[in-house]
């Protein structure tokens, strides 16, 4: 007898349920679609987590007549395409006639539904794929199905669920991202404790609003751009308002959830060096193209798509970022009096899960090591004159004024006190130089060099040697001049003309020691990154530099006229703000 025979219905079913019913999260995906395709614009979801665990999904959509209830849990029967050629237009968010009969397929499901113009509803119970009963019976306009003991005919699957509150921090956040990506329908959400989200119909900053809360809200700016057949809407939060994971940002193509990771990558492009490593903006993106430019066939779960014009649309996201931070005031303003953000419900039940990483206010810290000694004044005259003398050369847009400047002081050698206009600002000195630096070097002839006297010679272990043969072409296109000088050591004979008279021939070393102990260049733009953020770090004037008021109302005006001035390369904040309201409170002054 061979080894190969053909699996029974029972398997086959079981098999196919497993690719699109992952957990019961997955089953309220599903059945939120297809009350979404229904035409429903308020969807009720209630979910019991434990022993006697069920889902029941309610929507007021046009509802199914009897013989299509009979056929809607059999696998492929679909009622939103009629062939082949409708899969390259689909505007649906399920057409593959997977999701009910893929839930029936491995748990107790319950339908009642009602069209308009049926006098009664019709009640179907199918147990593991079975037709158990088709009845009539009263019911309201729409759909309401439940499902109990998912995953009872398949324990395998079932051992391997997650503790109760993880299962429903899943449901959550699809409920979420279906909420933001529909704010035209009223979702809500309810255990058998209490409600967890309510969204009403609305604008989709209402909706913000009731998922995350006012004060997000506040922070976010729209997006709105345009271009050819391609349009980006949505909003995203000021960089000050980060998280330490990617759960709170949510892409749309064409109203459909999906995860990329090239639209994730564009959308930090388009932040720059406003945020640091390893911290993530909210955002909600909603992009809509042609719906032939998109292959939505890609998983069963539909979360996933190929675009025809993927760098198209991921440079428009790039854009659009820029143009909506463009312009604005992204100076953090702190307030001491005022109470913790108040997490929303959704947020909460995020904290308690073990599968993300916990919503965190706290800026990134960044571990810059405090010198033991004072720079001399001497060196950081020499290092503020060399900015100064760039600064005054750089073009400024017509009509640019700066703001009145009084400084009032310096606090442990790292901190500025200053007042410009009513406000008063706390800057860091090393991170508001470093700024300077990096955007000088940024706009400088990348070949401009200077010839040393005496050469630099770096003696590297063998890693270095590796990496410093790759890297050799992308620092000398910034004006570096490297050879060989026997088997382990490398001579710098020239330098960026930037860095200015080279007192200090340890700056060359430092710079080249940061740029190889981060390995291997991925690509031009990364290299370009990490040449012009460690010149403008060794180049900067040093945490612990005692400044005369004169040298801080220098370094002050240089930074104000950067492009830039509210963030160093890194994504650290260069100035905090407080405002004469804040002081007012602060001094209890009415």
């Given amino acids: 007898m061979g080894k190969i025979h053909l699996l029974d ?46 889902i029941r999904i309610t929507d007021n959509g046009c509802g199914m007549s009897k013989d299509d209830a009979a ?17 390259e237009t689909v505007k649906t968010m399920g057409f593959r006639g997977e999701a009910l009969s893929s839930i029936c397929a491995i748990a107790n499901v319950e339908i009642i539904t009602k069209t308009k113009d049926e006098l009664a509803g019709t009640k179907v119970i199918i147990r593991g794929g079975e037709l158990i009963s088709i009845d009539q019976t009263g019911a309201p306009e729409g759909t309401s199905i439940v499902v109990d003991e998912l995953f009872y005919n398949t324990p395998v699957r079932k051992k391997y669920l997650r503790s109760d509150s993880v299962e429903l921090a899943h449901i959550i956040d699809v409920v979420t991202r279906m909420a933001l990506g529909h704010d035209k329908i009223s979702f809500s959400l309810s255990t058998k404790e209490k409600e967890v989200i309510r969204s009403p119909s609305s604008e989709l900053l209402d909706t913000i609003i009731h998922i995350y809360g006012q004060d997000i809200a506040r922070a976010m700016f729209p997006i709105d751009l345009v271009a050819g057949n391609i349009r980006i809407t949505g909003y995203i939060s000021k960089p000050e308002l980060l998280r330490s994971s990617l759960l709170f940002q949510s892409f749309f193509i064409n109203d459909r959830s999906i995860n990329s990771k090239a639209i994730g990558f564009a959308l930090r492009d388009g932040y720059g060096t406003l945020i640091p490593k390893g911290r993530f903006p909210i955002c ?37 970022v820029r143009e909506a931070l463009s312009g604005k005031n992204l100076i953090p303003e702190i307030n001491i009096l005022s109470k913790q953000p108040k997490q929303s419900q959704l947020s909460g039940q995020l904290q308690r899960s073990l599968i993300y990483d916990a919503p965190d206010p706290r800026p990134q810290l960044v571990n810059e090591n405090m010198i033991d000694f004072r720079p001399s004044a001497k060196d950081t005259q020499r290092r503020l004159r060399r900015s100064e003398s760039s600064v005054a050369k750089m073009e400024k847009p017509a009509g640019m004024e700066l703001p009145q400047v009084k400084v009032l002081g310096q606090v442990d050698s790292l901190y500025m006190l200053v007042q410009i206009g ?55 296109e910034f004006g570096f001049r490297i050879s060989g000088f026997g088997q382990d050591t490398f001579a710098v004979t020239a330098v960026p003309i930037v860095l200015g008279k080279l007192e200090d021939p340890a700056m060359v070393h430092d710079i080249i020691s940061d740029i190889l102990s981060q390995g ?21 004037v040093k945490a612990g530099a005692v400044c005369s008021t004169e040298q801080m109302e220098s370094l002050t005006r240089q930074l104000l006229q950067t492009e830039n001035p509210y963030t160093c390369p890194h994504g650290r904040p260069t100035m905090l703000s407080f405002n004469r309201q804040e002081l007012d409170k602060l001094f209890k002054r009415s």
Avoid: W
Wanted: charged share 30%; with cysteine.
């Fill in 520 to 540: 291997k260049i991925k690509n031009e733009t990364g290299i370009f990154e990490r040449v012009t953020k460690s010149i403008a770090c060794r180049s900067a």
């Fill in 284 to 320: 909600i993106l909603k992009i809509y193209v042609d719906a032939r430019e998109v292959d939505v066939n890609v998983h069963p779960a539909k979360n996933q798509v190929r675009l025809s014009h993927e760098r198209e649309i991921c440079d428009m996201v790039t854009r659009s």
């Fill in 422 to 476: 009513e406000s008063l600002m706390i800057i860091d000195q090393h991170a508001a130089h470093e700024r300077i630096f990096f955007e000088l070097v940024r706009a400088s002839k990348r070949d401009d060099s200077q010839e040393l006297i005496v050469p630099i010679n770096m003696d590297l272990d063998q890693r270095e040697v590796a990496l410093m043969k790759e890297t050799i072409p992308y620092l000398e």
């Fill in 71 to 87: 056929l809607s849990f059999i696998k492929h029967a679909t009622s939103k395409i009629q062939n082949v050629e409708d899969i």
């Fill in 9 to 54: 219905n029972a398997s086959i079913n079981k098999i196919a349920a497993g690719e699109v019913i992952e957990r019961p999260a997955s089953v309220v995906k599903e059945l939120i679609e297809n009350s979404i395709d229904a035409g429903a614009d308020t969807i009720r979801i209630e979910v019991v987590m434990g022993q006697k665990s069920s």
